[in-house]
């Protein structure tokens, strides 16, 4: 118990010393906004100094292109907006001259730094930010769970009202059928008396005029009036075959009588009974979008073609391989925390949005994706991946990749910054980031690994060390359980010139031809349901078809 109130100490302490480091450093303040009038939309835009562009600052070797900017966008027709930022969001070598400062002036608070950073990691790899966000997701259904109580009571009393009397109204028509077909039996077995009736006094009829014609055969010629009379009733016999052969030679027509005649004498009627069997389209549906299976072997890549122009030089654009619906998801630049939602490719292409997330911590590079409803990125500045809940609105999952080498340059040759990458293919979700192989000279390589979408959990069989060194291609992909990569980003003519299949742990150099048609490619993902791969190239949104090898 002493030991335990001493780390409590211990923390608290170490917490003061963070909080006063923080205000001698100087944290990275948010861009503040400030509007007046009526009606008024404002927006910032910052261009934040890139790392190497500082340096070159510092070093005295400044580029015309070397300068940072906070641009006011306002819109209204009353509307007055002003942004400002501070140094140390725009720059990010105003931190590393302060340490340097630091470490001249005061090297104690250098090693307190050194320790709250390592406190902090420990804290994000704790699961205190899953609680969290468990947490706030059961206050939040409760809290919506209360206010629905509340409010649609009287609703729900009103919708239980309408589907009793619907009920109701329901039950009187089938009482009101089975009546109307309780006094159709009762009319045809009153037919069918009747019938049979009149059969027995038909037979009747003709036994007593075979008796009278025998008894006429008898009598002799001598009356010619008794003689005369008789031929009545040989006309009643004549017709009455020829009302039987009317009945029996012609049932198409809807005589109730022939039918009364069938029901009386047939003791039963056997119905035929119908059959639905669902074709393959319905079974698709009832699957809710279910991923096609693997093709198998990339054979070949088309041609891009170029489906609309939106937005800056980076950025990512992509579908949910599991949704019902053509959503398309969008994230402009490659930092940034807003991920924009447009109905479908028309809408899309004319700059109609149906809805704007904006995410609780910022997301940076161009590897997201959209998978069975979620948006999983790479937190700005970290090693952390964050699944986001897109219906429900809240961080569902978080976690810390120990292993990956992270640092402000990027593998992707390219200022986009993304170390992590995320991919989707067949099989499930995947994830894509450089770590150091300690076996083999300490170089750093690219490794794949089958992410769990629903905690970010990772397995080690599932965990796979290419033999691709990190900076030594421009993107990449996952196709069947296979990575791809693009030898270039920035030349219009590429090749797939590496695979590693993830079933046989082989390597391979493929050498499909693959087209940057504006030579500036800074995202590459594969949709399993399309067959498609969607590309970002240039500020210009392309989709390649995929052909496979026949097995």
């Known amino acids: 118990m002493w030991r335990s109130t001493q780390l409590m100490a211990c923390l608290l302490l170490l917490c003061q010393h963070a909080s006063s480091q923080s205000k001698i450093f100087g944290e990275t303040e ?3 906004m400030t509007s007046e009038g009526s009606d008024c939309r404002c927006k910032c835009i910052m261009r934040p100094l890139s790392k190497d562009a500082c340096l070159r600052l510092r070093s005295g070797s400044v580029r015309v292109e070397d300068f940072y900017t906070v641009e006011t966008v306002s819109s209204g027709s009353d509307c007055r907006c002003s942004c400002t930022a501070p140094p140390s969001s725009l720059n ?11 470490k001249k002036q005061a090297p104690e608070l250098l090693k307190l730094q050194s320790m709250v950073d390592l406190l902090e990691g420990t804290l994000y790899s704790m699961d205190l930010l899953k609680v969290h966000s468990y ?7 409760m809290n919506t769970l209360e206010e629905t109580i509340k409010t649609n009571l009287t609703r729900e009393n009103e919708f239980v009202r309408d589907s009793m009397t619907s009920l109701t109204n329901q039950f009187k028509r089938y009482e009101n059928y089975s009546n109307i077909m309780m006094s159709i039996k009762k009319e045809i077995s009153s037919l069918s008396l009747q019938l049979l009736q009149k059969d027995s006094s038909d037979s009747k009829v003709q036994d007593t005029n075979n008796e009278k014609t025998k008894e006429a055969g008898k009598i002799p010629n001598k009356k010619p009036l008794a003689a005369k009379s008789p031929p009545k009733p040989p006309k009643e016999k004549v017709t009455k075959p020829k009302k039987e052969v009317v009945k029996h030679g012609k049932p198409v027509k809807p005589d109730p009588t022939a039918r009364a005649k069938v029901v009386g004498h047939q003791p039963g009627v056997v119905r035929g009974i119908t059959y639905y069997k669902a074709s393959k389209n319905d079974e698709d549906e009832h699957r809710g979008g279910k991923i096609l299976n693997c093709e198998g072997t990339l054979g070949s890549i088309e041609q891009p073609e170029k489906q609309h122009s939106y937005g800056r030089n980076e950025g990512a654009w992509m579908k949910d391989p599991l949704a019902k619906d053509s959503k398309i998801y969008v994230t402009n630049y490659y930092y940034g925390n807003n991920l924009v939602e447009f109905r479908n490719l028309e809408n899309f292409k004319q700059g109609r949005w149906s809805n704007l997330f904006k995410l609780p911590y910022n997301w940076i590079g161009t590897g997201h994706v959209v998978y069975n409803g979620a948006f999983y990125y790479n937190r700005a500045f970290t ?3 964050i699944k986001y809940d897109l219906r429900m609105r809240y961080v569902a999952a978080w976690m810390l990749l120990h292993d990956v080498v992270y640092e402000d340059t990027t593998p992707w040759k390219w200022r986009g910054h993304s170390d992590i990458d995320f991919g989707v293919d067949e099989s499930g979700l995947w994830v894509i980031y450089p770590s150091v192989d300690y076996d083999y000279n300490q170089q750093e390589l690219i490794v794949i690994s089958k992410l769990d979408p629903g905690d970010l959990s990772l397995k080690k069989e599932t965990t796979y060390r290419t033999g691709l060194k990190r900076n030594s291609y421009g993107n990449c992909f996952i196709i069947c359980g296979v990575l791809y990569a693009v030898d270039v980003y ?8 590496y695979a590693y299949d993830t079933h046989t742990n082989t390597e391979a150099i493929p050498r499909l031809p693959f087209t940057n048609e504006f030579s ?3 995202q ?15 500020g210009h949104q392309m989709t390649y078809r995929v052909n496979f090898l026949d097995e």
């Open 524 to 538: 590459i993902d594969y949709n399993p349901k399309e067959k498609v791969l969607y590309a970002w190239d240039n």
């Open 520 to 522: 500036y490619t800074t």
């Open 92 to 102: 990010p070598c105003e931190n590393e001259w302060k340490m340097e400062k630091l």
């Open 135 to 141: 947490i706030n997701k059961v206050v939040s259904q």
């Open 490 to 497: 920035n030349q219009k003519d590429g090749e797939v010139n």
């Open 383 to 385: 090693k952390n991946i």
């Open 30 to 32: 948010p861009v503040r």
